[in-house]
């Protein structure tokens, strides 16, 4: 992710112009380099008005030569992200090896925007169930992969259980060999809607016996496009796997373009405390995806740049990306 130094003192010195050309007395004095943007950290004297620097995020784009930046205020500076003119992609296989351990039942979602490893432990009381959001082009299908990827390489059979459903056909066929798969990729409704109907008699029968191993882990592509065709007998098992699988070791991750009530349902939201968010196409949808107002997520630059909103806050992320060969590798590197 290295950027050549004068590169990166260049446009430090045109912020720096532009806000002096305001008569904005501000420096840029440090910053990180990630994979998809260069973030600058700029300090204002004493007695400037905040909302004076962040008017001027067009003008410092326009002198930058790049269509848009981000421009905001967090702990005490203000940023400034620019986006990097060939984006750097975050391999998910090596990623992993520079762990040097991943807790249990954890997937590994990419770098954040200090470059540091993101992960999601999904038994955790915070996150259970993740929503996963965000228009063509986001990358969330990929997303989805990598999550069940890394759960796969770094939990056992005896620990962890996948089922996947895929009613376009299209996203998870790489994965179709993974020996963690309790049946192979589902794509008919039909199918889909009385699995998860299995899975909701199996949580009551680990409640009944209060066990909850091997873990299992239900991962839905376009649940929008499923709904349309199953209707009422799909939503009603995923509200009872969402409202009470986590006591029994069962959770769910959901993948949708738009996740309004109406399309995901009420109480299938309510029960998805953890949403990771892609590119969207308005302010409006941001917040319907995100549930928070001025996150920026139709700000986006889609191929992986995600939020990840937690508990009202928000982290953005560069998803950990694997191709399709290199799924089917790792998986044939599981097999007994």
Same mark, same amino acid.
């Given at each position: ?106 997937? *590994?979602? =990419?770098?954040? @925007?200090? #470059?540091?490893?993101? !992960? /999601? %432990? ?5 996150? $259970?169930?993740?929503? *996963?959001? =965000?228009?063509? @082009?986001? #990358?969330?299908?990929? !997303? /989805? %992969? ?5 759960? $796969? ?22 994965? $179709? ?22 899975? $909701? ?136």
């Amino acid at each position: 992710m290295s950027l050549k130094r004068h590169t990166l003192e260049r446009q430090a010195d045109v912020i720096e112009a532009v806000l002096a050309a305001h008569k904005i007395q501000g420096r840029v004095w440090g910053g990180t380099v990630t994979p998809r943007f260069i973030r600058y950290d700029v300090t204002a004297a004493v007695g400037t008005r905040v909302q004076k620097v962040l008017a001027l995020k067009d003008e410092i784009a326009l002198s930058l030569g790049v269509p848009e930046i981000r421009l905001y205020r967090e702990e005490g500076a203000i940023r400034v992200e620019v986006p990097r003119a060939r984006p750097a992609t975050v391999r998910l296989l090596p990623l992993c090896r520079s762990l040097p351990r991943i807790p249990p039942l954890t997937a *590994v979602l =990419g770098v954040d @925007g200090d #470059g540091a490893p993101l !992960l /999601l %432990r999904l038994p955790s009381p915070d996150v $259970a169930h993740v929503l *996963v959001a =965000g228009a063509t @082009g986001s #990358g969330k299908t990929a !997303l /989805l %992969r990598t999550m069940a990827l890394s759960l $796969a390489l770094h939990n056992p059979q005896r620990r962890l259980q996948l089922a996947l459903i895929d009613p376009k056909g299209r996203g998870f066929g790489p994965l $179709a060999k993974t020996p963690h798969l309790i049946r192979p990729v589902v794509e008919e409704p039909e199918l889909a809607v009385r699995l998860l109907e299995g899975l $909701a008699a199996e949580m009551v029968r680990r409640d009944r016996e209060k066990i909850s191993t091997p873990a299992l882990v239900i991962i839905i592509d376009e649940l929008a496009d499923l709904r349309m065709v199953a209707g009422k007998r799909l939503e009603d098992a995923l509200t009872r796997l969402t409202q009470r699988g986590r006591e029994a070791g069962i959770h769910v991750i959901v993948a949708t373009q738009r996740p309004a009530a109406t399309v995901v349902g009420g109480l299938i939201k309510a029960n998805l405390p953890v949403r990771l968010v892609g590119t969207v196409s308005s302010p409006e949808d941001a917040k319907v995806a995100t549930g928070l107002a001025g996150t920026g997520a139709e700000r986006l630059r889609g191929r992986g740049d995600f939020l990840l909103i937690a508990r009202g806050e928000q982290i953005r992320f560069q998803t950990a990306y694997a191709s399709e060969k290199e799924i089917r590798e790792a998986i044939a590197s599981m097999q007994p």
